[in-house]
């Protein structure tokens, strides 16, 4: 089944993402607000004067110097723009915010006692809209689409390997196979001590998967020649190609995740109906 462009469901559902650009970026890079004393400036100048007190600036002596660094620049009327560029920018200007709040006295927006706590809400409400969620890990928060299943699986599974869950959603992953990779070993590792427990479930999703996980570039390395795992068809696979079944292994990976949490529950409703059955 050929997947819809997530920007054409946006489309569909009448959502402008470049409208919602521009509020955001007008709030944060354009506006200005008065301070206590009088001083007018917008919510980025703000951040840039307070910049030492992120937790995540390294060895950045100044936001211009961690934007050159890191490679930010957005514009006001960017040249090309995507759902990408906005959900960049929300994350750019969403972590800058959060720990920059209650810096600014005398509000600015009437009703508003802090304009930086009340940005913070807007992008939480835009990527909230655009069906997007955040994933946050070590005080740093990303965005990345919602995706149910990876939810759920991600619920029932340790802190650490949630995040890779989720993770695996975002923009930045699109592409790069050896983070993909990663991700897919740890969660194979995670399931190799319950193949037998799902093969009892759903057989067929055990074997798949693993023949996968042993055959297309993940648990061993089929594309050296000279190895023992060597496969021919893997390695003259493109890189499309080996990106698309990760994704088909990440989201079987999920399922079984979700057959095993089933597998215990199934168990449990067993022995109610044993105990309803013997006690009436």
């Known amino acids: 089944m050929k997947r819809i462009p997530f920007s054409q469901v946006l489309k569909t559902a009448a959502i402008d993402i470049r409208r919602e650009y521009d509020r955001l970026y007008g709030m944060f890079c354009v506006q200005k607000f008065q301070d206590m004393v009088g001083a007018g400036s917008s919510l980025k100048d703000y951040c840039a004067t ?29 040249s090309t723009f995507d759902i990408e560029y906005l959900v960049s920018f929300c994350e750019y200007s969403y972590n800058l915010a959060i720990y920059n709040q209650n810096t600014i006295y005398g509000g600015g ?27 946050n890990q070590n005080g740093i928060t990303d965005f990345v689409p919602k995706d149910q299943a990876a939810i759920s699986a991600a619920e029932i ?6 995040y890779r869950i989720i993770e695996y959603n975002h923009h930045s992953m699109k592409g790069d196979l050896e983070r993909k990779k990663a991700t897919l070993i740890a969660l194979a590792d995670k399931l190799e001590p319950k193949r037998a427990k799902l093969k009892q479930v759903s057989g067929s999703l055990e074997s798949d998967l693993f023949y996968l996980l042993n055959s297309v570039n993940v648990r061993h390395n089929n594309a050296d020649q000279v190895g023992k795992n060597y496969i021919h068809f893997v390695a003259d696979m493109k890189d499309s190609d080996i990106e698309q079944w990760y994704d088909d292994m990440y989201q079987m990976c999920l399922l079984a995740f979700l057959e095993l949490d089933h597998l215990e529950r199934k168990e449990r409703v067993k022995k109610l109906k044993e105990d309803i059955q013997k006690n009436g």
Do not use: H, W
Request: glycine share 8%.
């Open 157 to 162: 599974v340790d802190p650490a390997l949630s």
């Open 50 to 78: 307070y910049f030492v007190r992120l937790p995540f600036r390294g060895t950045c002596v100044s936001l211009d110097d961690f934007d050159d660094f890191y490679g930010y620049s957005f514009e006001k009327n960017p």
């Open 109 to 135: 927006i009437v009703g508003i006692g802090d304009p930086m706590q009340f940005y913070v809400q807007q992008v939480l409400t835009v990527i909230e809209t655009i069906g997007y969620m955040p994933n």
